[in-house]
């Protein structure tokens, strides 16, 4: 089919090049070097995501104070006493 010497028959490459792919990038797959990848990954997709969906500053702050005040004081506002 014309897709080189690299390629089998299927279109996929070959043991003798997946081999040398494997050695190559052995060091890449290591977790110490993959963990703080995703990791980095995993807080930039929340950061993004708080910014595409914007975060309701006053009703943060309100709940901010609220978990700061006792529970009878909550109760109480909460009850519209």
Do not use: H, I
């Amino acid at each position: 089919m014309g897709y080189g010497p690299a390629m089998d028959e299927d279109g996929y490459f070959g043991g003798p090049v997946a081999a040398r792919y494997d050695e190559s990038v052995a060091d890449m797959n290591r977790p110490d070097v993959v963990d703080p990848a995703v990791g980095f990954l995993a807080e930039l997709g929340l950061m993004l995501w708080l910014l595409v969906k914007g975060v309701n500053v006053p009703r943060w702050k309100e709940q901010a104070s609220a978990a700061r005040k006792p529970a009878s004081v909550v109760a109480a506002v909460g009850l519209g006493c």
